[in-house]
Every structure is written in C-alpha cells, then in structure tokens.
C-alpha cells in the first residue's frame, strides 16, 4: 500500500515552453503533497507543500509563479514549471501523507526528470 | 533553525564490514525520525523510523537504528553490509508539521 506515481518520469522541453508533472497517490488519500527538488549527488530541497483544496505554501526562494502547483483532489498534485530555462532541469520528486497518519510518514514518487535545452 | 547534519559524506567498506551512519538533529521538541535509502535510478525508500516506544528500531534489509535523545542523535547500523547495500541514505527529522527536514545524503559504497 501507499504507492504514489509521478507522470512523466521523463522530459524534455525547450526553453520557455511549460511543463506540467503530475503526482497521484494511488491507494490512499492524501491530506498533504510535497514537492520537492533533487540536484545531482544532492539532497532533497523541499519547495513546496500543497493541502488539497488550499493554496500551496511555497518555501523562501521558490517562486511562486514560476512552479505553479495545484492540489484539486485528495489524489493528484500537479506542478507546473512555467517558461522553463535550462537551470531548472533537475529531478523533481513528489511526496504525500495520509489522512490521520500521525507518523508523518511521507511516500515518495519515483521523481521526474525534467531536461530544457 | 532546525537542521539534521549527517557528518559522512562518503563512506567507502568492503562488503561483510558492519556500517554506523550518524544522523543529529537540531530540534527539543517531540520528534518522528526515518531513514530513507535511494539506490542507483531509483526513488526513495522508506529503511526504518521511529516515531515513539522503543528506541532501538528495526528496519527492512537488516538495518536498525537507535534514538538517542540525549545525544539528538538517530544513528543506523547494519553488522554486515551487502555490495546490493551500495546507495544513498538519507536521514530526516519532522516535528509536528509534516514537513520533513532532510539530511544531506551519504554516499555508501560497498566493496565486492
């Protein structure tokens, strides 16, 4: 149990176009959807969090606008980088808690890869 | 601010050597502490954590480690490391807000 997806697990787009990254849990509901951003031989930078229903808390130096995210169900998150530059590739990984999981166990995505030439 | 340091980068056995990663935390609160392991390709996997009770906990794979809450230490262990065992773990604390504050990785290599 507690599997969550990500779709895709890898893109390529070019610069300025936008890139939309879909995290569902698949067996559960979650309260709570992370996302997080994974630089090569790096750690895990939690960008933002997203409650389902609610507007996303982004984390200092994330812009908002840039990284848009959307939480419509207690399934599916997406993130959506807008006019993407090459800085932002990167490994992109979701997470999710379950409704009255008082452990804060989160279940991770397997991330996406995302590439802008 | 609070922070989780895992002070071995880089470490380096060969396989059968026993392995103790450290993992501290900088939080006085109530805690709930895992270790996550990311082999080579692949997604994060949950090891072990420890959200109350006993302090001594064990994980999938022969790992286990020790809360010692004195210390605000939560360090992991195996007695006798696999070459499969070669991945990154991670360490990470949360403290009542879901948010999880990561560790920056260690690297394990294991040594056929």
Redesign the interface.
Known sequence: GAVVSQHPSRVICKSGTSVKIECRSLDFQAT?M?WYRQFP????M?MA?SNEGSKATYEQGVEKDKFLINHASLTLSTLTVTSAHPEDSSFY?C?A?QVRD?????Y????TRLTVT | AQSVSQHNHHVILSEAASLELGCNYSYGGTV?L?W?VQYPG?????LL?Y?SGDPLVKGIKGFEAEFIKSKFSFNLRKPSVQWSDTAEY?CAV?S?T???I????T?LKVLA
């Open positions: 709570t992370f031989k790096q750690s895990l939690l969090t990984i997470s808690t008082h452990s804060y166990e989160q991770f995505g397997p991330g | 709930n895992f996550y692949q997604h994060l996997q949950l954590k959200f991670f949360v009542g879901y948010k999880y990561f560790g920056t990785g690297r």
